[in-house]
Every structure is written in C-alpha cells, then in structure tokens.
C-alpha cells in the first residue's frame, strides 16, 4: 500500500482532491490557500504532504491530480521529490502529475539548475511549471492555471481529459523525446 | 568546641593570605578587638592559624560561625581589582614605552579596558584602540578583535600575569555580540523567559493553527512534522539562541583520486560526515594531480543569526532532523571555529 494509484478509489461527487508533495511546508501552504480562492465550480480538496509514500492508516479521498513542488533555492527539496517519486504508481503520469519549480528568478539564490527539473520532467513524461511561489500574483495565477488542471484531471470538464491535455501540452515543448 | 569545627577553622584561615588577614578577621566580627590584637602576623601561617583556633575556642565558636568565616573569605577573595589593574598597565608600560591604558568599572565585577598601542618609538594609535572586558570572579576576558596583530601575545600576557593565572588560551569563539558570548561562555542561554504570562505562548500557538484549519486542506504528514518539532525543540530548546554571525569548518582530507580509464576526467571525490564535496579537473589534473598533501577545505555558514537560522532549517523543510551534530554543539561546546582532522 505504499504506492500511491490514481484509480483505486471512486471519485467523490463534484470533488477535485490534488496532493502537493513538497519540502517547503510554508511554500505548500501558501500555494493551497491561493488555490482555494480560485473561482472554482467543482469542490476543491488540498492535501499537503511533505514526501511520500503517504501514512496508510488514513481514509482518503482518490488523488486526482499529483504536483510535485521543488525549491530552486534547496537541493534538499530536489532529492525529497525524487525520493518520492518511487512511491508512485506509473500511471499518474498520463497527465495526472507535474512538476512545479518556484524560484527561479532570483538566480544568485538557486542551487539547483532548472534544466534539472526539465529533465526530470522529461523522464516523466509530465508538464514542468515555473512559477514564483512567494509572489503573490504568480502564485495567484499559478494556483488558476492548477485549478483548471485539476478540474480536467478530475473529468469535470465535458470533452478534455487528463491525457489529452497532456498531449496539447506536449507540443508546446521541444519534439525531439531523445533529447534527455 | 568541636574537633572538626576547630579543624575546619584552622583550615580556612591557611587559605588567607598574609595581606588580607587581618582585613578578613576584621569582617568576621567574631573575635574581639582585643583578642585580634594578640595576634602576631608576623609568625609561619600555621602558628598563626593555631592562635586563631585558641582564640576561637576561649569563645566557643560554633559551626555557623566558622561558616560565616568561610562566606567572608569567599567574599574578599583573592582578586583585589585595583592590584590587577596596576599590576596590567605596568606590564603593558614595561615591554611598550608608549600605551595608552585606561580602565572602567562596570557591573557584574566586569573591567572593561582599553589599550592604545605604540611601540618604543612611535606614540600610541588611538584610533585602532582594543578593548578588553574581564570578568574578575570568572577565567575569562572578552577582546575585540585588533588590526594590530602583533601586540596580541603582550596582552595575553598581561592578562594572565596581571589576573595571577598561568596560561591564557584562546577560545575558538568569535561573535559581534558581547552578551551572546557571555551567555556561551557562562553556560546561561538556557533559561526560559516566559515567566510572566504563562498562558501567552499557548494562546499564540492556537491562533496559529486557526489560520491552517480551512477544512479543505489537510496536512498528510503532521506525525511527521510533530516529530520534526520535538527533535528541534530537544535540541535548540525554548529559549532565545546566543546571537552569532558565523561557524566556520577547517578540514583536512588525504586526497583519494580515483581515474576512470574511459573517461578524460579525473574526479576526487571528498566525503566527510559534514557534507559530500566532489572535486573536477580535466586530464592535466591541475591542483588535482600527483597530490601528496592533504585537500584543505574551508566551510563558512554566515547568517545574521546563525543559531536561530540552523534552529528553523528542520521546520522549514530545508533539511533533515536531527542536524549534524559539527552545528548543534556550537553553544554547549562553546566555539564557532572548528578544525577537523579526518583520520
């Protein structure tokens, strides 16, 4: 039990429920607060986990959308989500998860290169996202856009699925999958 | 009397020196003035003493008052402040024709000193002065750190002979903040503050999880969080942290170069219990090649708060708990500059 699937449970009724794992229990907090206060049709849940796998002896709804959150600015919260990657059932990555890096733009205080979280994206075959999470504005319309996400990866949206929006997003990167 | 109270009495009056005698007799008040002034001081301490004990015995002194005897000699000490100082600036004087010393008298026994320095042929520089904060009942003095690199042996000098001790030791404990290496040094950081309202921090703690408890956000992992409190808190514990800016590593490692024949570069890779450090060059090997003497490896952490700043990394998520123990000891081992030898 302690690989997390995204389709071992029944969904709830116009409930979305995405789980953020990240190191940076502040940063978590923050972005779950501004999801919240998205405009949002469907019923939002926000789990916050610091890495996985989860504690098994706790009832909880089906994950519908998986985002792991890494700190440019820690290398810790690099190897954390990789940690946690194993415990992670392979189909979440048919566009259930992806990846989100905050931090970015102050460089002199990054410790890990963006084109590491690139690459581990690639490998996953999962969006990558940039935001700044301490910015209220970027955080504000990263935690719309993860709305919408979670509303697709959910099925709340009639005609677009989780897979198919993977796709739309995939063409905008670059084609060549042998370029890892 | 007592055997053992006559004993002890004797005892404590060997302690005395010769020069305080009569001062220490005097503050006792036991003795009259007219059994003090059968006294000879110029007799061996030990007759001396006996005549004390005789003296104590024709008046029936009781434990108490050879107690009050010990308390009063604990009290006058052996530290007399005005000798010290004297004693300081002729030092300071002899080896430096031109100095400038001069002194203040604060709180808590502290001398605060402050030299100016020459040399035998120059006048004093009074705008790269040192100073120096001595706590007379305690083996420790404080000194700001001086450009004048070379006077720094004198002082130590001067200080030891002038504080009657045999040795100074420099302590690898280095901070802008004089309280804070008080509060190292005389092992006082540990104490809790929040006598007044007991209540307060509790209610603060409550109004924090209020804002968290939107019911539509749960936390997964809070028997982790709690457990990553507990261990912070059992280590850095309730109180403020001693402020300091910097710790800094000195390490020394054999170097272990290890070549793979297929690829050009040669990659020393470096594990101490602290951090993992690799180390590249290319063919040509640079400082890597053929290398006899150890690598030398200098770590600072520099924060305007070290201690408060390494007290939240496990809270915040930045790294595991419990914290390498090279930056828990800071306080408890009292220094701030480590050299470590990897054997």
Redesign the interface.
Known sequence: MSVLRPLDKLPGLNTATV?LV?????LL?RL??SM?KTDCAS?????????LP??SN?N?PRVDLLVFVINLH?K??LQ?VEKSLHHVDASFFLGKACFLATGAGRENLCSVHRNTIVRLARTYRSPVLFCDLEVEGSRAAMAQRLARMLQISAGHVPGVSAMSLLSLLRSSESPSLEDL | MDETIAEFIRRTILKIPMSEMMTVLEAWNFLSESQLQTLNLRQRKDSLAQSVVLLCEEKCASLSDAALLDIVCEDLDLFDIEQFKSSFKKILQRALRNVTVSFRDAEENAVWIRIAWGTQYTKPNQYKPTYVVYYSHTPYAFTSSSRLKSNIPLLGQALTVASKHHQIVKMDLRSRYLDSLKAIVFKQYNQNFEIHNPTAPLQERSVGLDINTDSRIIHENAVEKDKVQRITQETFGDYPQPRLEFAQYKFWKAAMLTTTPQTPTQSLQFHNRFLETKFKSDLNGGILADREEPLRCLIKFSSPHLLEALKSLAPAGIADAPLSPLLTCIPSRGMNYFKIRDK
């Open positions: 789980l990240g190191a940076d229990d502040a907090q779950a607060d919240l019923e939002l849940r926000v789990h916050l986990a610091r890495s989860l504690p706790v909880r820690s810790y919260s954390s």
